[in-house]
């Protein structure tokens, strides 16, 4: 015997549930216990039973797929099993890691790992985006040609397209399913709709033909291709929303066209039980498969346009796809190969050529280049980069050639982590769709009502025929009121607004941070590596000794920090290099914690540190250099004093700079009402200099983490929305309990880990951007939600008939459904908008 754990999806009640849990245990050997949260199958099994089996079985009884939870132990002690975890249910070409989820999050950020219909609302589930290794390429027009890797065609020259798997986008498969299925549909209905709208034509040529009894047959034989298969999802949908319970927009169409239709039918094959109201002056009776049929064509009109939308909203994220290259310059033992990008590994090293984009993360060994990093920053000038610099993958190359290290590969690159942080933010939910969802909950229930009502009271106050009225009047009551339209108009907008602040160089990690950053009151900031550029550089080196020079006074610095691990230090050594100072060789070297270095040189005793350490070893500091150094530490500057001996020969000036763009971007904050308070672990002097430099509306130093956690819920207890950015493994706590936590794309995994927005370039001007981006999203949201309410506030009332008594006005079912199709396209085109947005 042997037990396993499965994941399964697709479950979304107690009955679901039970018919998983019944399909399994049909199958001979096993036995089954399935449960709904968290949604899993435990399996005990005689002997090894294949995913692909249990898939069938389950697949066998709604839209469930299944799946071994991977790295499990099992119980049995059977030598030759083997485990078949990770592997998704699902046809053999499709991709292991292909990830579906519902346009309207119906249930918040759950995914699937194949295609289908969202068991809650029926809508066709989107593929997720993802970056995709090297496939295989040909030539449009000489198909015999295929190639591993891009270029021209050696026949005629065309540029050569991508074969297999990469070839074609899931919404393009999505579109041009529903393109072939709209063509047959419009092919059978127009003749439809014609023979109908024929009754209405004086000496109507068609009844010369045949009576209407007949064309009536003929429309139902021409009705059955767009009934049971181009629109017949539209009804399975409708079905399993009733099962589950979660009435949809296609519960409403398929009650609508499918009332129509049956009807019809019934008529035909049974004219003798309807009253003389329902009949024609030629003795039949009143059909509707011209409504029926139009309606489902229409709505199927507007499901096309959506898929076709629906590739847009996600455009920013294919942008990010297209900077992923598929090859790189490989070189071993000084030879090069092409290699595919995930052939790569951490070491190898990689040449990059002019114009070719950047194949991993990693750092320069050799060469140097100019580094177009707009895509990932929204920065347009390009940025220099020299040996030991940084570079990103998707980045492009200017006219320089390099040698670089690769150091993350795959998913570690920054591409690929931003690639996922705009597809799981795309799909979270933001508070204000609460409201959205609670409606819609209500909506689909009160219009079947709103429907009946309707039907009702033109049965019983209509004209003549008023039972033809009440029948044509409640169907376009369940057509017009889509609901579709509300559930798209938030998770719209989220996608659309958090691939525009990708393109920005802003990462928003959920929806629910790019709501709150437009209510935000309080930003604190942390100082190193947020207002500072967090690389300390060498100012000034000092000579207070007549005996020594500066370049002394650098000499016996470097040669003192050449053995030290210290940020400070690298700062001198890179100093001392730009500088031509050569290292010379130190003997006796000892670190004193907290005060500074000592050495000797050349039979000299050595000491670079503070002033404790100039007390440490009896070194005499006068007092006109002690007020020189206080001076420059007031400015918020680190100095080190240098002893030769028993007396202080000089000292460095150390500072972190204030980043260029921090000045404009706090003003920018205040400007917009927001109180700028800056929390360090720096000292008082330094602290309060950058302060005023900065004109911020306070400051706190000495911070420890747990100042920083304890400050920022002091502030929230006094009523504040207070936003947090900072880049340090100190200020993780912060971030973490801020209302929004903002990291610096350029600080520690753990600050972007424990943020909700991060900052790719690690600029405080990426926080107006964000801010900026929020409030453009937020209103595109009330926008879009006001649509879709007052759509359909306006549009019920008026299917139900409320205009005829005053004008005589009534909406055509076909109308209905046509008004009904656009209202989801164009809260779509209006979420489309926020692409053009600035967040200049």
Not at 545 to 559: P, R, S, W, Y
Request: hydrophobic share 45%.
């Amino acid at each position: 015997m042997m037990k396993h754990t499965y994941s399964i999806t697709g479950m979304i009640s107690d009955i679901s549930c039970n018919e998983v849990e019944n399909a399994l245990n049909k199958l001979e050997g096993i036995s089954a216990e399935v449960t709904l949260n968290p949604a899993e199958a435990i399996i005990t099994m005689d002997k090894h039973i294949p995913t692909e089996k249990l898939q069938e079985a389950i697949a066998a009884v709604g839209a469930y797929s299944i799946k071994m939870i991977a790295h499990q132990k099992s119980t049995e002690v059977a030598s030759d099993h083997q485990h078949h975890g990770a592997t998704p249910a699902g046809p053999a070409h499709q991709r292991h890691d292909d990830v579906y989820y519902c346009p309207m999050h119906c249930e918040d950020e759950k995914t699937y790992n194949k295609p289908g219909n969202c068991p809650v609302c029926g809508m066709d589930l989107i593929k997720q985006p993802t970056v995709k290794s090297a496939g295989q390429f040909t030539c449009p027009m000489h198909p015999e040609i295929i190639t591993d890797a891009p270029g021209s065609c050696p026949i005629c020259g065309m540029e050569l397209v991508p074969i297999g798997a990469n070839a074609v986008e899931e919404e393009d498969k999505t579109y041009n399913k529903l393109l072939a299925k709209f063509k047959i549909a419009t092919i059978f209905t127009i003749p439809i709709f014609l023979i109908a709208m024929s009754e209405i034509v004086p000496n109507n040529p068609l009844f010369k033909l045949m009576d209407l009894k007949y064309w009536n047959w003929v429309e139902l034989v021409l009705s059955i291709p767009v009934v049971f298969y181009a629109t017949w999802m539209f009804f399975e949908r409708a079905w399993r929303s009733v099962i589950s319970w979660k009435l949809n927009m296609f519960t409403l169409i398929g009650i609508g066209a499918g009332v129509a239709w049956l009807f019809s039918v019934i008529a035909l094959l049974f004219p003798g039980i309807f009253p003389d109201q329902f009949k024609t002056h030629h003795g039949t009776v009143y059909v509707y498969f011209e409504a029926a049929t139009v309606i489902l064509t229409l709505v199927l009109l507007g499901q096309l346009l959506e898929a076709r939308a629906h590739g847009k909203t996600n455009s920013a994220i294919k942008e990010l796809l297209k900077l992923a290259p598929n090859q790189a310059t490989k070189i071993v033992n000084d030879k090069e190969f092409l290699v595919a990008i995930d052939e790569i590994q951490k070491g190898d090293l990689l040449r990059v050529k002019p114009g070719e984009k950047i194949p991993v993360d990693g750092s320069i060994k050799t060469g140097e280049g100019m580094i177009d990093e707009a895509m990932i920053t929204g920065e347009p000038v390009p940025v220099e980069k020299r040996p030991g610099d940084k570079v990103s993958s998707g980045t492009i190359n200017g006219n320089k050639t390099f040698v670089m290290i690769a150091e993350k590969v795959g998913s570690e690159t920054l591409l690929s982590q931003i690639i996922e942080m705009v597809n799981s933010a795309s799909r979270s939910k933001a508070p204000i769709q609460k409201l959205a969802d609670k409606i819609s909950g209500y909506f689909v229930p009160v219009v079947v009502l709103i429907a009946v009502a309707t039907f009702i009271v033109w049965a019983v106050y209509g004209p003549q025929p008023s039972y033809v009225y009440a029948l044509v009047n409640a169907i376009a009551v369940l057509i017009i009121a889509c609901p579709c339209a509300l559930g798209l108009a938030t998770p719209m907008s989220v996608m659309v607004g958090v691939g525009k602040g990708a393109q920005s160089g802003v990462l928003i990690k959920n929806a629910e941070s790019l709501e709150k950053m437009n209510a935000i009151d309080v930003l604190v900031i942390d100082k190193t590596g947020t207002v500072t550029e967090g690389k300390p550089s060498v100012e000034k080196v000092v000579s207070v000794n007549t005996g020594f020079t500066e370049k002394d006074i650098l000499q016996k610095i470097v040669a003192l920090n050449s053995s030290s691990e210290h940020p400070l230090a690298q700062a001198t050594l890179k100093y001392g290099e730009e500088n031509n100072v050569a290292v010379l060789p130190v003997t006796n070297f000892e670190s004193v914690t907290g005060k500074g270095v000592i050495g000797t040189l050349s039979n000299e005793r050595l000491a670079l540190g503070n002033q404790k350490l100039m007390e440490h070893v009896n070194a005499i500091i006068t007092p006109d250099t002690e007020k020189l150094v206080k001076a420059e530490q007031k400015q918020g500057k680190t100095v080190s004093y240098l002893a030769v001996g028993k007396s202080v020969a000089g000292y460095v000036t150390i500072s972190d700079k204030i980043k260029p763009s921090s000045q404009t971007a706090i003003r920018k904050l205040q400007q917009e009402g927001l109180k700028v308070i800056m929390f360090t672990g720096d000292n008082e002097d330094t602290a309060k200099a950058v302060s005023e430099n900065l004109g911020l509306d306070g400051f706190e130093a000495q911070m420890l983490p747990e100042n920083k956690l304890k400050e920022i819920k002091k502030l929230q207890t006094e009523g504040k929305k207070v936003a947090m950015a900072g880049d340090g493994i100190n200020d993780a706590p912060a971030l973490a309990q801020a209302d929004v936590g903002i990291a610096m794309g350029t600080g520690t995994d753990v600050a972007i880990e424990s943020a909700a927005i991060t900052l790719v370039k690690g600029d405080l001007d990426g926080i107006a951007k964000a801010r900026l981006l929020s409030t453009h999203v937020m209103g595109n949201i009330k926008g879009n939600l006001l649509f879709a309410l007052g759509y359909n506030v306006l549009g019920i009332p008026v299917a139900a008939g409320f205009l005829y008594p005053f004008f005589g006005i009534l909406l055509s079912p076909m109308i209905a459904a046509l008004a009904m199709s656009f209202s989801s396209v164009s809260v779509i085109l209006n979420s489309l908008r926020l692409r053009r947005s600035s967040l200049g």
